[in-house]
């Protein structure tokens, strides 16, 4: 067992662990007294909540208050936790606290698992991750529980607004609102403002990224002084968020969803939704009352996502300014990719196109399977199947009702959406390849 870990790649390491802490999840989850009701869980439906616990997307079979017991709903909250963090952050954390030796293949596995740079400092980066999301998490349930207490009492109230805070905080989108109204999330608190723009606060903090972070700590509010991938994850971030908010609110301001709220009410409403697809999972709406305009909006915002290395899934903004600047870098005749005075290399433009093209084909393929397998409409199916493979959460209310199949298609979604669609394939590659071809060059017509 020592020799098979010591072979494994970085990759494989993190798909490995991921793994394990599904299936540990999943085993915690069937007790008995996990569950209110007698019997425990079924091993598909344990599989599933823990898999979209572990994966922070939000995707649940189950209403979680309602279903699951105060053991059970723990279980689900630390499995948030170690997803949202990534399981070998807490992991160098605790060897860490021993003195021992971190050596190098753990430290190169904890750098492609919050994507940063170099791996030189990360440990130092590791006890900065894990201390700058406690902070927040703790500003969250503050927050948070200046409503909940009120209406729950001290220690419920306050338990609400920590399991409510590290979901938004890991963009996970489980939540516990069940108490209120059954598979609600927060659509009984849609005008709340203090709800409201603490969970906006914590699901884009959450999804900017760890490295972004430290570049803003370093370089306070100076953005000139910015590395340039914190300069395009905030750029985009905030376009994403300007122009969803601005769609959302153009189609359905007169609707049947929007009905009976003000101008401003109706953009706080569109605001949260527009930032909730970047991964989060909760919902102030019902969303099978938007038109399946704002729905096929959500779904490109879904499959969009976050940024590296944060707790957020999806293409990763990154991935997305890349293909926009290659749209703009052919109008303009350039022959490279530029962005903010910097030269972008050319093979995160082949990255980009490849994570694009293998989320299109995996979100298509199992919307298709999900469709004829349930006989439900194909937007609805892919809805569904974005937001598992976004690790976003967001549902039009078919999960519960589909079938053992569809559910497994999902759980695979959700666990390449949150490892990464490049880094699955690396862990299944046997080999590098060769980085120069020798076969003569010939061109084809493209476009």
Not at 133 to 156: C, Q, Y
Request: proline letters at 1%; a positive charge; charged letters at 10%.
């Amino acid at each position: 067992m020592k020799n098979k870990l010591h072979n494994m790649s970085t990759t494989q390491l993190i798909l490995s662990g991921y793994c394990l802490i599904i299936l540990a999840g999943a085993l915690l989850l069937m007790l008995p007294f996990a569950t209110k009701g007698e019997g425990g869980a079924h091993f598909l439906d344990a599989l599933f909540t823990a898999t979209s616990a572990t994966c922070v997307t939000g995707l649940v079979v189950h209403d979680t208050y309602t279903y699951w017991s105060l053991f059970g709903q723990i279980v689900i909250l630390l499995l948030i936790q170690l997803g949202g963090l990534g399981f070998m952050t807490i992991t160098i954390s605790l060897i860490s606290l021993t003195k021992k030796r971190i050596g190098l293949k753990q430290r190169m596995a904890l750098s492609d698992s919050v994507a940063a740079p170099h791996v030189g400092g990360i440990v130092r980066m590791t006890k900065f991750i894990v201390s700058g999301s406690l902070l927040t998490e703790l500003f969250g349930t503050v927050m948070l529980s200046i409503r909940f207490v009120p209406k729950l009492g001290l220690a419920k109230g306050i338990y609400f607004g920590l399991f409510h805070s590290v979901s938004a905080f890991c963009n996970a989108g489980i939540d516990l609102m069940g108490n209120f109204s059954e598979y609600s999330s927060f659509t009984t608190a849609d005008v709340d403002i203090i709800i409201n723009l603490t969970i906006i606060f914590l699901i884009v903090f959450g999804g900017l990224g760890f490295f972004v972070w430290s570049d803003i700590r370093e370089h306070k509010f100076n953005f000139k002084s910015y590395r340039l991938h914190t300069k395009i994850v905030l750029t985009t971030t905030a376009l994403l968020i300007i122009l969803g908010t601005v769609a959302i609110m153009s189609i359905e301001y007169g609707s049947e969803a929007m009905e009976g709220k003000n101008f401003f009410e109706k953009l706080l409403i569109s605001l949260f939704q527009s930032v909730t697809c970047r991964t989060a999972g909760f919902n102030t709406v019902d969303l099978t009352a938007l038109h399946e305009s704002t729905q096929f909006i959500m779904i490109m915002l879904m499959m969009i996502g976050g940024s590296p290395g944060s707790t957020a899934g999806g293409l990763k903004t990154t991935t997305f300014a890349v293909l926009l600047l290659s749209i703009l870098g052919v109008f303009k005749k350039r022959k490279s990719l530029e962005c903010y005075k910097r030269r972008i290399e050319e093979e995160a433009l082949h990255n980009a196109c490849c994570v694009l093209m293998l989320y299109l084909i995996l979100a298509c393929l199992g919307a298709i399977m999900v469709s004829v397998l349930d006989s439900v409409s194909f937007i609805s199916a892919l809805f569904e199947t974005v937001s598992a493979l976004g690790t976003v959460g967001l549902s039009l209310g078919i999960t519960p009702a589909l079938g053992a199949v569809s559910h497994v298609i999902l759980i695979m979604l959700m666990i390449v959406g949150r490892i990464g669609g490049i880094s699955v394939l690396l862990a299944f590659s046997g080999s590098q390849g060769n980085n120069v071809s020798t076969l003569p060059a010939e061109k084809i017509a493209i476009g």
